[in-house]
């Protein structure tokens, strides 16, 4: 066992649960719908994956290192029975990307057994980890999600009369830990999904429907069970999207259906915080948050850019993949032809989740390769959803330089970061951040291009809320990795 030693923006992790409704053992073939989630959320972490499944009585367990298809064949998939189950795909934040970090944690407590799965990082982990440890229990890793997984094994501070009072468990870790997670916790018969009460981290629930309904969807239309993921692009095949999970709701669900258990408030006079990063990198553009898909933020944040810091130029491009929707916003808004630039090797995965410098740097140089014919004797202008250590864009001008462009104008269509994130995002240290180092000509003429401007806090909110709804009408993000504003405060030293 060892701590994380890299550090680095990189990406967060995926979560999934389904259950099959009614009767059991479900028809729903539970762990294949696990798998294809998994696989649809591979981009939210590429070290390791797990499912673990139960029909009531029986646990079972896959974990591997790697990407979802090369822990889960034939073989293994036959093992993974049941009714219901919950998986995971992760990219590591607070310990090492190793085996025994695997997800979900798997843990027998005196009252059955126990599988969580996590997306996020409790920002005062520390505290919270000498408090379990003083309550007698022993922990075997230094993750956070395996904190999470004993810290509901303990009594609730009101004690259990009638047995088990998972619920104020729950609650209980709620309140101790309000930032930040979104989680998946299976019982025997139960899994319930739990977001933080700053909503920081996305949850979505959806409806299995029967297959030959996948066209034919109607509200009255039967439900073959519930699944619950970290994005709505998880749901795949006949599986339908119908809400989010509200920041700080627990949703029980079992083979009778579901329910919300309780919605837990935030503390007096706090927003909610949804990570704003997940518009501008993480989320597939598919993906729904808050009433609307990523594509059409990232288009927004693209044309707001435009308006905000213009240059002339003969085409517009991107740096696949998180940039291409903010290029065509940008090219759209600007009256400048949009052209591929770049052509990406799809193969190589991307390249801010890995979790060293080398592997990133190895990525890049790996990654892209410049089209020739939309470059040459061009004055070009190239998006990018963000620049994090610079890895990325000084190598890809020097390409496009070679290939023949005249002029190169960078467009980042997401403020300088500057600013760790303590919730999830491995964004630990200032120093990493380019943006610290170098003022803006400075990085300009470092990475080798003829302009470099940023978009402005203020367009990304407005890019990002334009459209944003909510089921209470509550809507706020967290810009901290910008603005240096955290949800919950900035977290002492000590607790994180
Ligand atoms: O400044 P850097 O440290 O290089 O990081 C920034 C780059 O990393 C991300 O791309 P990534 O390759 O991770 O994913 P993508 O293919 O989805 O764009 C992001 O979209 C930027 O291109
Ligand atoms: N990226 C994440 O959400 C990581 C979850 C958890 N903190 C881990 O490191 O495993
Ligand atoms: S600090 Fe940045 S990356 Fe972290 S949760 Fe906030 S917006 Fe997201
Ligand atoms: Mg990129």
Redesign the pocket.
Known sequence: MSQKVTSGLTHECGVFGAIGTEFWPSDVDISQIILIGLEALQHRGQESSGIVTTNGTNFNIQKGMGLVRNIFNNENMKKLTGSMGIGHTRYSTSAASEQVNCQPFFVHSIHGSLAVAHNGELVNKNGLRKMVLGRGVGLSTHSDSELITQALCLNPPEGEINGPNWPARIKHLMQLSPL?YSLVVMLKDRIYAVRDPYG?RPLCLGKILPLDRINGFSNNCPVEGWAVASESCAFLTHIKYVREVLPGEIIEMTKGGIRTIDVIDRPEGKSP?F????YVYFARPNSVFEGQEVYSVRAQCGIQLAIEKPVSADIVGSVPESGNAAAHGFAKQSNIPFGELLTKNTYVGRSFIQPTNRLRQRNVSLKFSPIGVNVAGKRVILIDDSIVRGNTIGPIIKLLRNAGAIEVHIRVASPP?Q???????N?PTKEELIANSLDLMDLASHIGADSLEYLSVEGLVKAVQRNAKSENNKIG??????TGN??GGVPCEDEW
């Open positions: 930040s920081n915080a990570c704003i990063f997940e970061l600013y760790p994130c303590y919730m999830g995002i964004i993000h967290c810009t901290a990795c910008l955290y949800p």
